[in-house]
């Protein structure tokens, strides 16, 4: 089922999400919505969908890298991932352009930090703790960012650069 995307305004987007109970996660409580974030992210071209992105306050997102996945770090291309939390891998940042669901039509030039750890829960409850590089290490940083409660805007030093995507 093709959930409903929130857009920038409504309140869920700009609020902590929630921690979810690892043993929810182990019971199998979201493979029904986990499914359908999948889902809903294909039929939007996405490659992240973070819970608050589909008026859910929780700390969950989906993720698939596609074919710019780099194959840098060892990391899944796509996947789902509960609980998750990040922290750089060193000082460096790429400035690359990104967009986002909940801000249709629209991009800018965001910098991130090039290497990131990833931690949090995956689909069968097991622990991650992921180097990530490069294009998914960007995901992470957007989607982690979300259940926080932040944009990518909020991570752009200049809004000269944003822009719609598509301009005629
Ligand atoms: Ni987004």
């Not at 493979?31 to 809903?40: G, I, W």
């Not at 939390?85 to 090039?114: I, M, N, W």
Request: proline letters at 5%; glycine letters at 12%.
């Amino acid at each position: 089922m093709i959930l409903k995307c929130s857009r920038l305004g409504h309140p869920v987007l700009r609020q902590r999400a929630e921690d979810v109970p690892v043993d929810d996660v182990l019971a199998g409580n979201y493979d029904d919505l986990v499914e359908d974030m999948f889902e809903t992210m294909e039929a939007y071209r996405g490659v992240g969908l973070a819970g608050p992105q589909v008026h859910l306050p929780l700390r969950i997102f989906v993720f698939d890298s596609k074919e710019r996945d780099d194959g840098r770090g060892a990391t899944p291309r796509r996947g789902v991932v509960f609980n998750g939390t990040y922290e750089a891998e060193g000082d460096a940042k790429l400035v690359e352009s990104e967009g986002c669901l909940s801000v249709p039509f629209l991009g800018g030039q965001v910098p991130r930090y090039e290497k990131v750890r990833l931690r949090g829960i995956d689909g069968e409850g097991n622990a991650i703790d992921w180097l990530a590089e490069g294009f998914v290490a960007r995901i992470f940083q957007h989607e982690v960012d979300h259940t926080d409660g932040l944009v990518y805007l909020d991570r752009m030093p200049d809004l000269r650069s944003l822009g719609y995507t598509l301009v005629l």
